[in-house]
């Protein structure tokens, strides 16, 4: 019923920098925390960033200065700016929100996008 799309993953140069974009549709009351995950392949996947409702952020200590992450409540969605990107940046990085669906229950759900491949070469 409630789906993210990524969108902004490509290949990128080291050094460059990359902007991607998730964004929420379906039956959504409200969205409380939207991040960032990524995996890379045979590693485990691992939370790089996320933006609560109010704007406190949270970033993993390999990407501090280095990405930004932002959001837009009236779009329902999640933006994340890297820069300065490195080849072990490579993954493919998953857009995760907790939210509450429309309808009659109304209780803190998890979704998740289907994931958009970064590549950053040396």
């Known amino acids: 019923q409630v789906q993210l799309v990524e969108s902004g993953g490509g290949l990128v140069q080291a050094g460059g920098s990359l902007r991607l974009s998730c964004a929420a549709s379906?039956?959504?009351?409200?969205?409380?925390?939207m991040g960032w995950y990524r995996q890379a392949p045979g590693k485990q996947r691992e939370l790089v960033t996320h933006?609560?409702?109010?704007?406190?952020?949270y970033y993993v200590d390999s990407v501090k200065g280095r990405f930004a992450i932002s959001r837009d409540n009236t779009k329902n969605t999640v933006y994340l700016e890297m820069n300065s990107l490195r080849p072990e940046d490579t993954a493919v990085y998953y857009c995760h929100a907790d939210g509450i669906r429309g309808g009659f229950i109304r209780r803190t759900e998890d979704w998740w996008g289907q994931g958009t491949q970064v590549t950053v070469s040396s």
């Open positions: 379906g039956s959504i009351f409200s969205i409380n925390v």
């Open positions: 933006i609560t409702s109010d704007g406190s952020t």
